[in-house]
């Protein structure tokens, strides 16, 4: 068996000047301004920059980084979410991207029937969620509820109907993005318990966090991305102790 | 030939979805109202109400030799569709962007579904349609079981061009604004509540450019005249119907990567 997930030479652009261009109002302004046109490239933006790493079956890779250093980036190329500008992913396995929770909620439904949709939204067949449902309700602790429109719910009600529909599958990947802050302290023990469970049920894991401690006590290997850039990888330890210091030094 | 097969193993593979965003539209838009879904029906008969008295006696149109109600409705039932869907369409992957955003799914299941489910309303006004042809003795005959092949060609047109607006709504917001405009332009160019011959030729030409109108015609000419469509007929409808859809496919294809630099 081959690599679960392949990242080969991966790059992204965005183009900063899209939202400028569109205006007419700026155009006619540009025009009378005779301002010398900027060009181009001074616009491109470089989210990740040659990025290559492969993930096998059954690891758990953690992605450190500062705020903006390309990671959610990142995981929306591994998941799909975004074609890289340049250089391609291959993936073999079904994944499961818990990048952000609740998207998918129709706020006019009720928490019986955006089960069903945010089931299905993420993949889920009928039968699945059918065989799962008793299960979810009885995670969220939501049973009173279940014929009330979500737009009645608290947000930490909404967050953990939305987390217990989202780790009821067993994908071969699980991408997670920083959720295990979910509701109040009672849950937030819960879906972290659960959360692990998941990560050391032996699927393959792309995780990241801002969480140090977490990082360490749950991956086998650890990237370190900074401007896009790869800056380091390999063994949880060395990587975590080298991010570490540079976030000291900074101080 | 590969990408055709993806589309149909993703149709399959996404059924389910499809099947939720459409009921979710449903229910969405009956669940406050105390008439629910009776409003799908009593909407055309209403509109139809009002249009007639206006154009009637105000403007003393008439169709000659057929009923004006039935006249109207038919047109009224065929263009709604049209315009419900595209307009509903257009916004309905820009509406969607938090979820294209954060999850892999097919883009194009969002212009689709909307589609389908505007459909399902197209379907129940056929009921007020036949009440309507049954009660003013225009009658039934046996062409009408050709009829569904306009609602296919309706749809495919639909489709195309649904598809083709919801990419471009993508990189320009101001369509939504165009369009309106657009829509009204199209409720006087396909004749709806008015007779093509009571116009001089030249602007017939013009109209019969709008693919609409030939569907429309397609079907009032089994609905109205009882008479089995021209081979022609079946052939431009159809043709508009398959070269919409297909470079709306091409379009929204070629642009739908692009879609997410535009959030």
Known sequence: ?251 | MQTYRNIFVNLKRYSFLLEQLISRDFKVKYKRSVLGVLWSLLNPILMMCVMAIVFTNVFRFSTPGVNYLTYLLTGLTYFNYFSEASNLSMSSVVANFSLINKIYIPKYIFPLSKCLFVGINFLLTLIPLYAVIILTGTGLNMYHLVLPFSFLFLFMFTLGISLILSTIAVFLRDMFYIYGIVIQILTYMTPIMYDINMLDSRLQILLKLNPLYHIVTFARTIILYHEMPSIRAFIICAGSGIVSLLIGMLVFKKNQDKFIYYV
Request: glycine content about 8%.
């Open chain 1, 1 to 251: 068996m081959g690599s679960m997930i392949k990242v080969n030479d991966v790059s992204m652009k965005f183009n900063l000047g899209i939202e400028k261009n569109f205006s007419l109002k700026l155009f006619f302004i540009n025009l009378f301004k005779h301002k010398k046109k900027e060009s181009k490239a001074d616009k491109d933006f470089w989210a990740l920059k040659n990025i290559s790493f492969t993930v096998e079956p059954g690891e758990v890779v953690g992605f450190v980084g500062s705020n903006g250093a390309g990671k959610s980036t990142l995981l929306k190329v591994v998941s799909g979410v975004m074609k890289p500008t340049k250089g391609n992913v291959e993936i073999n396995g079904n994944i499961c991207p818990m990048i952000e929770l609740g998207a998918g909620f129709d706020m006019d439904l009720t928490a019986h029937e955006n089960i069903y949709l945010n089931g299905s939204i993420l993949g889920y067949s009928r039968a699945f969620i059918d065989e799962k449902f008793e299960e979810i309700v009885k995670f969220s602790e939501l049973q009173e509820f279940l014929e009330v429109p979500v737009r009645n719910f608290s947000s930490g009600m909404v967050a953990r109907l939305a987390f217990s529909i989202a780790t009821q599958v067993d994908p071969e990947i699980l991408i997670v993005d920083e959720i295990l802050s979910v509701g109040d302290l009672n849950f937030q023990q819960k879906s972290e318990a659960k959360m692990r469970s998941m990560i050391s049920g032996g699927t393959t894991v792309l995780y990241v966090s801002h969480s140090i401690e977490s990082i360490k006590c749950l991956c086998d290997k650890v990237i370190w991305i900074e401007r896009g850039q790869m800056i380091m990888s390999g063994e949880t330890e060395k990587v975590c102790e080298a991010y570490y210091q540079s976030q000291v030094s900074k101080l």
